[in-house]
């Protein structure tokens, strides 16, 4: 019986480790609201915002202060009826495009989404012309010596 309850065991920890892997949500008790739906809206929001502190993560992934205050405003924000498109412009006002995780593709931003591709497809273009006129240069004429840098040439070689 001992050895079932070793293998179902082994079976319970390598099922719960998954559950490790997956990323630590830093959502406080205290700031959960009492709407599941409330919250699940909160929730989706704030997972598209991005940590000023903490750079790459969402506002839910992070412990920072600022990351607190920030899920705390968007809950506020949703308590007072705003709708989520409202509450991300309302935190896109007060902190900037950076706070989203994924910028907006309109406006100046469009530069930067097009750029890239752009400058790639530029840089193709002139290496297949630089290859293209590199194969019809002319070889470098041989045998542009003196005959006294020949002369010179032979000597060396000879020693």
């Not at 100046?108 to 194969?135: Q, T």
């Amino acid at each position: 019986m001992t050895g079932l309850r070793a293998i179902l065991a082994a079976l319970a920890l390598v099922l719960a480790l998954p559950a490790l892997a997956l990323p630590a949500l830093a959502v406080q008790p205290d700031e959960i609201l009492d709407d599941p739906v409330m919250e699940q809206r909160a929730r989706d929001i704030s997972a598209g915002l991005r940590c000023l502190v903490c750079r790459n993560e969402s506002i839910d992934e992070s412990n920072a202060d600022l990351a607190r205050d920030m899920r705390l405003l968007v809950r506020e924000r949703l308590v007072e009826g705003d709708s989520n498109t409202e509450v991300l412009d309302f935190i896109v006002e007060r902190y900037g495009e950076y706070v989203l995780l994924r910028p907006t593709t309109d406006g100046v931003n469009i530069i930067l989404w097009v750029a890239a591709p752009v400058l790639f497809l530029i840089a193709l273009l002139i290496s297949f012309i630089y290859l293209r006129n590199r194969d019809k240069a002319p070889e470098p004429s041989r045998g542009a010596l003196s005959d006294s840098e020949e002369q010179r040439l032979k000597e060396l070689l000879k020693d």
